[in-house]
């Protein structure tokens, strides 16, 4: 039988270790502010950027969470 699953790998326990791993590894977004909020099963629920990313960015931001695949809006 085929199936389909999906699987959070993340191991953040808060949207303060998001912050740091955006930082991290969204470079262009040091300098600008950032909003993080997280469901309570650990997933994010919402990442808002002071800035358009580009492609490469919010490809690297939906790799790590693939909750937000498909969900970007403005």
Do not use: Q
């Amino acid at each position: 039988m085929n199936h389909t699953r999906y699987e959070n790998k993340n191991t953040f326990e808060d949207s303060g270790e998001i912050m740091k791993w955006l930082h991290e590894n969204i470079n262009s977004i040091t300098t600008v502010p950032c909003k993080v909020s997280m469901n309570r099963d650990g997933t994010i629920s919402e990442i808002e950027i002071g800035k358009k990313l580009t492609i490469a960015e919010r490809k690297k931001i939906t790799d790590k969470f693939p909750e937000l695949v498909g969900k970007e809006i403005g």
